[in-house]
Structure formats: C-alpha cells, structure tokens
C-alpha cells in the first residue's frame, strides 16, 4: 500500500517528515503515493505501484484514471450565489435600517415599514444582480487563461491541461515549466528546481534519480520535484505520485484561504467608501440627536436618520464598478487580451512606462531560418547539420516538439528536410541545457562509426569566447548580420572521444562550425502601434537579451523615438541613482540578464507612475514581478504566464494599447459615479439634514428618502457604459482622497443652495403642506441630482460639446420623468406624495437650467486650480501590493488550460 502524509510541513521547516499513514484506497486498487515516500523508493518500484512503462500511459487509461482521482487542481474560479448575495447584506446601515422599520411596523407604522422594506430588497436585488454578472464575467475570464504540461502518452508526447494530468503520467520538465504535480523524477540532465514557494529555499535545489533515506525533509527530496516549483535550470522526466489536493502544494494552498491582496485601485475605493461612511456617521448622529431633543418621535427620528446615512453611503459604488469592470473585461476579450482579476483592468490603465521585449511585439514574432554562414574550412551543410542536432528535445517527424521558437524555425526549413537523412546516422548521448547564464546548449552525440562529437549552441558572443580560434572573416561575418537587423545563433563543436557526460567545463577549446541566420522582420503595424501608445502617454522601451545592434536598427526601422542603448555590462557599472537617469534617456536595454531587468523595473518604479513589463520567457518572470502590471501571452512559458496580470492572446502592441484605453475608461466612468455621490447626492443629503432642524415635519419621509436614492442609483448603473472624452485617456489618473473631499467642499453646496431655494418655493410661493412641500422637493431633488451627470461627466465647458451616451442619457431622462409623475400616480398617497401645481414645474425648469449653469462656472473655477486632466497623483503608500497566491489560481477548476506554450526567450541567446 502506498502511503500519504496527513500534516503536511509547513513551508521552510527542515525538520524530520511526519510519519507515514496509509492512504485511502480508492477503486481499483491504485492509490496516490505521497512524495516523500516516494522519493524513498527506487524509481523502478515507483513505476510499477503506478502500472506504468518507458511509453507512459494509453490515453484510455488516462481518462480512466482522471475519472477516478478527478482533476488536478486545487482551487475553483465559479461564481458563487450565496457569497454575491452576503456581499449586498452585510451593510450595517441596512442592517440597522431592517430593524427600525420592523421596530416600525409593530408599533402601527406598517405602511411606511412595509415599503422601506420593499425599496431595500429592490436596492439588495439591484446590486446582487449586476455583482453577480460580474462575477459570472470574471469565471468566464479565468476559463480563457491556460496552461499545458507535456506527458507521455501512447509513447509520443503530448501537450494536456495541467488539469488533466493523472497520477502514473510521465511528465517532462524543461526550463521554465512549472512543476504541474508531484513527480518521482526518473531522469534528469542538469536539473534544478526553485521550491522557495514550498519550502523557503532561496537557492534553486540540484535533482537527480537516486532515492534519499526514509523520512527525510521536505526540502532535501532530490529525486523528486513538487508540484507548484519552477524548473530553474535543465531539464528531466518523472512519473506523477499525486496530484490536486493530494499533493504537498495542494495542501498548502488549500489553507491559505481565498483572499486576494488589494490592488491600488481597490484601496482607492475603500477610503472613498470610508469617508462618506464617516461623514454619514457623524451626519446621521447628529440628525437624530437634534430631532430628539426636538421631541420628535424617536423611531421616525430613528428611521429619518438612518434613510439619510443610507443615501450618503456609496451603495450601489461595488455594483457600477463590478459592471464597469465586467463590461471591459468582455470588450478587451474579443480585442484578445485577458485580465487574471477584473480590477487588472483598471491598474492597466495606470500604465505610463512600458518594458517590452522586441520579439513578437515589434517584429512578427515568425522567425524564419535564412541561411548557414560556415566559418573556413567547413561546409554550410555541416554547420547546419550540427545546428540541428543540438537541440535539447526529441525531434520527431521533422519537427521540435516543444523546442524554443529558433529551434521550430530550424527544424521547419527546407535546409533540414533535405538533411534527415544524414541526422539518422547519429545517436544523441548527453545534454547541457540552455540556462541564461551559460546561454548556450551542448549536446553530445555519437555518429554511425562510433566517434563522439561535442557541439555547442548559442549566443554568438558567448559561444566565440569559448572557440580555440576565431577567423577574422568570421567576426566580419557576424556583424553584417546584425548590421542586417538578423538574428544569430553560433554553433562550435570540438571531438569528445572520452566523454560520457556533458558539464559546463567541457565548453570550451572548441572550433567554430559557422553561423545560423534567422530573420525575425518588424511588423508592419508596430509602427502605429507605438504611435498610439505614444499618444496614451506611454514611454516604450525595448529590454532585451538580443543583440544591442540589432536592437536598434529595429527601433529605427519601426520610427521609435532616438535614445540610448545600454547593454548589461553597462547596468553594472552604474549604481541606482544614476542608473534612473538614464532610464529616461534609453530607448534599448539589449544583452540584459533577468536579475538586470528585474532591477531597471525597480528602480523605474521608484521614479514614480507606474511600470508594465511585457515578456514571455522563463527569464522575464522577475521583471513581472516587480513591476506595477506584469503582461505576458498565451504562448508564453509558464513561470511567466503565472507572473503576469494581464495574458495577450496575440502579442500586439496595438492589442494592449486598447487595454489601456479600456482601462483608463473604466476608471473615469467610475470617478464619474463617486463624484456624483460627493456633490448632488451628498448636496441633498445634506438640505435634509438641515431642514429638519427648523421645519416642524420631517422634510422627506424615510421611505421617500430611499426611494428617491433607488431611483437615482438606477440612473447611475448607465454610467459603465459612458462615452469618455478623449483627454481623460491620454494620461493615467490615480484616486485621490483630497481631491474628491475639495470636489465635495466645493459642489455640494451648490447643490443645497438650489434645494433650499426650492423649500422656499414650496413654502412661500404654494404655501404647501407637508405631503405637497416632500413632493415638490423629492421631484426637485431627484431631477437635480440625476441631471447634473451630464455636467460633472465631462471637464469641457460647455457640457454639451461632449456627448453622453444613448443608454446614460435615457436612464437620467427616464428616471426624471417617473419621478415627475410619481406624485400625480393613483398610489401617490401611499408613499406620502400630493399632486403638483403646473407652476411648480416652470419652476423646477428654471431651477434646473440654474443649477447646470452654476455647475459649469464652478467646473471652470475648480479644474483651473485642480490642473490639467489624467495628471497622476499618487498618495503616499498607495504602491501595488503583489499579487499572492498567483501559483494556486493555475491549478483550478473554473480555469481551463489549452494553449501550448512556445518559449520565446529560449533561443539560445541569438540575436
């Protein structure tokens, strides 16, 4: 019987593994096998518990076994009913409202109790019913976001969802997967993994297949590699023991809980949030102490005060962004560009500095083979013919599975069908793979008469400085070639009679076999693609492990704005302070090892604004880290995909441009909405407040006052899908608490002068009784502060040169107009209301006109001294907070995996 640990290790802990129990036993007689047991096993053993061959397993037993152990994944992205709903009832204002209109009701109020009630199951179903579409976008969301492991089926490989990956499967590991489950490794060549996610470990861990002594530590299981590590450097096959919920990682992530780190964005709403709840707390208070000592009665002071703080606070604020940001998430969707959380879409929106590698984005990313260039004294066919036989995976067909993208184009030329042939009379002995410290791959292989041949692939400047000898004609060669804007590869190969295995110190002493050219053209959109992003008020600049020569004919080619090229020997000699200098100045960063660009992001971010890195190889994924948005594409490697925020489904710069665009929309719509709340809504809020103070009745009933605030926020839900002026999106804006308490200083007064105003109308001009002077002012209110949307929307004066859209403008027009006629409706009487005399509404026209038009001056008065529009203003500890538990969200159900991934910084350093 296999066995299963109970309690697992917590990260770090490098004391003796717990003891063993047997595991459950499942159908069928197979069971998961726990990894420490395993690794205590020989690999022969192993394979057999598993019933499983040097083939791997049928595809029918793999289905059979997936149907028996289920997926493996950890976690789920779906939409739940019942949490949404929570979300909508957990306001203590409503709360406490709920308990005073029942209070209400039992002592005869049941008429007003029974329709406070009514309006706050609406207002609930209101915001359940948009948070809840937003939550039903955002699984779709996580549905498009996939990732592949490649296992050995039916003999062959083939790439499958990390999902679907069973226990028995043979799983091969390549530099920069991450470990999809926990693996008995049965072979390996120069294979570290980096566990820090697991057990703490800062150093990347060596592996290999011999087994370890029963009981030993977590982090010192060499023979095995756990599930949710990243393959740091070479490369090795295992057989899968666990996986899901079974498996060391599985277990962790499975009590860490669910929530996730605040972004910039939703700290941003939570002191907005905040500070109306302060100010409708102090309001609130203060009302109902005053009414109090007015001797009124306390449950409808009680109720009067708690409509009041419930019209203040943001309630519908979850729901217009939820829907805001559900909305953008299905445009960016059909423009190919995918968010890992809703809320990405507003930090992308932020960007002002882009970090991009060239590949893909600037150039068409089709890299085609153009020709072997062979140093003296060896033919083209030889060069490419070593070329093609360094490569660290298995070719097949004619083809790389699973090779970096210069190998795929390699392996897909005319060049290498016509050499098939002789590439048979060879056997493929020993491999060094690609690490981006070497950057080279060495293979070596034995040909048909028994002689070994070491051959070395890689960046040429590196594979030059390990050759005994390097003809002129050959440097001279290689820089017409980057003159040209190609890309290089270098191969050397050196007789290796003696060698059983290859190790970094066999690199060297060897002779050059020539040069292989790929061509790699500038795509003929990127042009206007930088343009554009130029006009968002996005710097871009290339970071790249390519040749700096070729880096910059390509920038010059495309028209990106003149600067300076730094290579990685010039990052090292420049401390931080003077490497943010020279950022500004730089357009190209070529040669750049990941810990350089992991730094030129840091120190960028410390400049202030905020930094995207777009990139896809395993060598990107610090920078990703680091900076405020991590981008990366669908074929991307896994350690980068799991680093980004953001997933391209075509690695466009256009593509992203519309990302930033959307993102920037979104969040001015959304400003649109709180400052809606902190001017009209807070201006009338405010009147009620102080009308009660010398009126000898309340001057709105409870429920008219939460009808009146259900009606507006209904109007408001149009806001997600507002046109925006084209000067809010060409700079990043940034919440700003100040900002918004001046706006709310300076508007809602307005808006309670022309209330007040209106409460001398009523009592002066009609002589109104109670139910005439709440109808007059409820219908006043309600068209005053819907209304103002069309001034407070637009920072252009006047108004109407921008245009609102058709669903905003209809659902203002629309709410106005019930709010009219609710007085003069056959069940008027029922909510307190009493018909209005024609007059009032010539009044109420003119009142309207004058509060739009003390609105523009104010607005001019107010954005002159505010400065001008998307001007960044970032509060002090207001950084992004990573991400956590990015790693876990891979292995979900909800969260389907499919892409195939191409490694484009695999290339082996070639230009």
Known sequence: MSTVLRDSQPPGDRSAAPAAVPAPSRPGGLDVMDVAAAAALPVESVLNAFAVTEDGLSSAEAARRLARFGPNAVASHRARFALVLWHQLRSPLLGLLLAAATAS??????????????????????????????????????????HR????????PVAVDVTAVVPGDLVDLRLGDIVPVDLRLT??????????????????????TAPVPAGTPLADLTGCALMGTVVHAGGGRGVAVATGADTRFGRIAAGLGTRQTETEFQIGLRKFSMLLVYVAGALTTGIFAVNVVLHKPIIDALLFSLAIAVGITPQLLPAVVSTSLAAGSRRLAKRKVLVKRLVCIEDLGDVDTLFTDKTGTLTEGRIGFLRAVPAEGASPDEALRWGLLCTEVTAEAGRAEGGNPLDDALWRSAQAAASEAALAAYTKLSVLPFDHERRMVSVLVRAADGTKTLITKGAPETVLTRCADVPASARADLDAEFGAGNRVVAVAVKPAPDLEAVGADDERGLRLAGLLVFLDAPKQDAAAALKRLAGLGIAVKIVTGDNPVVAARVCADLGLPAGGVLTGPDLDALDDTRLAAAIAGTTVFARVSPEHKARIVRVQRRGGGDVAFLGDGVNDALALHAADVGISVDSATDVAKDAADVILLEKDLDV??????EGRRIFANTIKYVLMGTSSNFGNMFSAAGASLFLKFLPMLPSQILLNNLLYDTSQLAIPTDNTDEEQLRRPSHWDIAFIRRFMVCFGPISSAFDFLTFGVMLWVFHSGPAQFRSGWFVESLATQTLVIFAIRTRRIPFFRSHPSLPLTLSALGVVTVGALLPAAPFAHTLGFQPLPAGFFAALAGMVVGYLGLIEIGKSLFYRAAGPAGTPVVEAGHRRRRRVRRRAARFSTGHRYRAGRVPAERSHGGA
């Open 105 to 146: 009701y039992f002592v005869g109020e049941r008429t007003d109790a029974l329709i406070i009630g009514a309006i706050v199951v609406l207002s609930v179903g209101l915001g359940f019913v948009n948070e809840y579409r937003a939550e039903k976008a955002a699984e779709a969301l996580h549905s498009q976001i996939h």
């Open 187 to 208: 072979a390996g060549s120069g294979l570290e993994c980096d566990e820090s996610a697991l057990t703490g470990e800062s150093l990347p861990v060596d592996k290999d």
């Open 656 to 661: 992203l441009a519309d990302g930033v665009a």
């Open 149 to 156: 492991a490649l296992v050995l089926r039916d003999g062959h």
